[in-house]
Every structure is written in structure tokens, then in C-alpha cells.
């Protein structure tokens, strides 16, 4: 079974702190995803990586960034937090880069943030 | 640009009753389609896609889904719900012009009544 992992269920932090949230998979994936999960939006797509240090704008990038060092570790980092980043906080990960769109994405089981 | 309307935010059903989730695309040629399940506090699961062919999916757990090209929608089916499908559930649909984005619907949260 496809695995995804992220580093915390749950974390809290102050308005202005730099935040890291971790996610690992362990089937050799090209393609990680970050999401971000509210109630009535749906996930939106924050950024993609399609390769080890390659990274793809989504649809709300702004107070994000992300890295892709390793193929198996995609990280989501919050420069300097603000209350409106309180949400869920998905990682998704996806085979066969020549594949498509048409590829099952595996997920993991979100972090939930509070920026205070 | 690609979108997806789920138009039910909430949905109860009694155990044993059947069910329908209602999903909505807007995308301009053949998309390929997905239903996801969020059961508290876990990711999304995957229930179902449609890529092509026969227009009628199943999926695991008992779920079907049918592509209707003249309606724009793909409707997710169970004839008979468990107090354990108890979850979210959401519609997403993606294009390969469209890279690798899915887009997702707002999720519709199901309450299933003993």
C-alpha cells in the first residue's frame, strides 16, 4: 500500500512564526501535492513538485513556499504565519509522471494548524 | 478553466436507505473524474474514477458513479448505507491540459441515522 505521512496531526503557533510541515511517501512518487482543506471550499492546491527540486505554482500560492530536496520528502513551509493560514493542511502524492492527470493521488491524513 | 459544484453541503440518510451525492463539472472537453471519502480525522481515500469507456463506475465499499456527458455530472450511488459511510465525500475532476491539477468540489458531509 502507497503511504503518505505527515510529520504532525495537529500543531499550534503565533502570528509570525516560520512553520514547517513535513511530508513523507515511501513509493518512489514524482509528483507531491500540498492542499489546503476549508469547510465549504473544498481542497484548494497550494504547490506541486513533479520532480526533486522542481515546484509548480497551484492556485494559492501566496504565504507559501515549498521544498523538494529529496524524491520522497516534500515540505510546506509558512514563512511568517498569519491567522488566516488556520486550516487543514494536505499532502497528496502521485506515480507515473507520464501518466497524467489520469493518476490515482494517495493522501495523507492532513495536519491541522492554528495560527494564533 | 475547470470547476466543480457539489450542491449539497449536508446530507442525512437512514441505515439501509439509498443514496445519491450530487456532483457537477464544468470542463469543456472529456474530463476524467474522481470521487474521494474523508472519514474524521483521516485523508481522502479514493472511491471511484472515470477516465473513459463505460460510462458507469464501481468502486470499493459498494459505491457506483455515472458519467452523464449531457448533464455534466457524475452522480455518486449506494443502495444501501452503512452507518460507517458516515464521512465527506468529495467530486474532483482534472484534465490533461490541465498539468497536474485536480480540482475539487466543496465536499458534501453525509450523517447516516440508525
Known amino acids: 500500500d502507497v503511504k503518505v505521512t505527515q510529520s504532525s496531526r495537529y500543531l499550534v503557533k503565533r502570528t509570525g512564526e516560520k512553520v514547517f510541515l513535513e511530508c513523507v511517501q515511501d513509493?518512489?512518487?514524482?509528483?507531491m501535492f500540498w492542499y489546503r482543506q476549508d469547510p465549504g471550499l473544498g481542497l484548494r492546491l497550494i504547490y506541486f513538485?513533479?520532480?526533486?527540486?522542481?515546484?509548480e505554482k497551484g492556485d494559492i500560492p501566496e504565504g507559501y513556499s515549498v521544498s523538494r530536496e529529496k524524491k520522497e520528502r516534500f515540505s510546506l513551509i509558512l514563512e511568517s504565519a498569519s491567522t488566516n493560514q488556520t486550516s487543514m493542511y494536505l499532502c497528496?502524492?502521485?506515480?507515473?509522471?507520464?501518466?497524467?492527470?489520469?493518476?490515482?493521488?494517495?493522501f495523507g491524513p492532513g495536519t491541522r494548524l492554528l495560527v494564533l | 478553466a475547470q470547476s466543480v459544484t457539489q450542491p449539497d453541503i449536508h446530507i442525512t440518510v437512514s441505515e439501509g436507505a439509498s443514496l445519491e451525492l450530487r456532483c457537477n463539472y464544468s470542463?469543456?472537453?472529456?474530463?476524467?473524474l474522481f470521487w474521494y471519502v474523508q472519514s474524521p480525522g483521516q485523508g481522502l481515500q479514493l472511491l471511484l474514477k472515470?477516465?473513459?469507456?463505460?460510462?458507469l463506475v464501481q468502486g470499493i465499499k459498494g459505491f457506483e458513479a455515472e458519467f452523464k456527458r449531457s448533464q455534466s455530472s457524475f452522480n455518486l450511488r449506494k443502495p444501501s448505507v452503512h452507518w460507517s459511510d458516515a464521512a465527506e465525500y468529495f467530486c474532483?475532476?482534472?484534465?490533461?491540459?490541465?498539468?497536474?491539477?485536480?480540482?475539487f468540489g466543496g465536499g458534501t458531509r453525509l450523517m447516516v441515522k440508525p
Open positions: 497528496a502524492s502521485r506515480g507515473d509522471q507520464l501518466a497524467g492527470v489520469s493518476e490515482t493521488q494517495y
Open positions: 513509493m518512489d512518487h514524482e509528483n
Open positions: 513538485s513533479y520532480d526533486v527540486k522542481m515546484k
Open positions: 470542463y469543456g472537453a472529456t474530463p476524467y
Open positions: 472515470y477516465f473513459s469507456g463505460d460510462t
Open positions: 474532483a475532476v482534472g484534465a490533461d491540459n490541465a498539468g497536474n491539477m485536480l480540482t
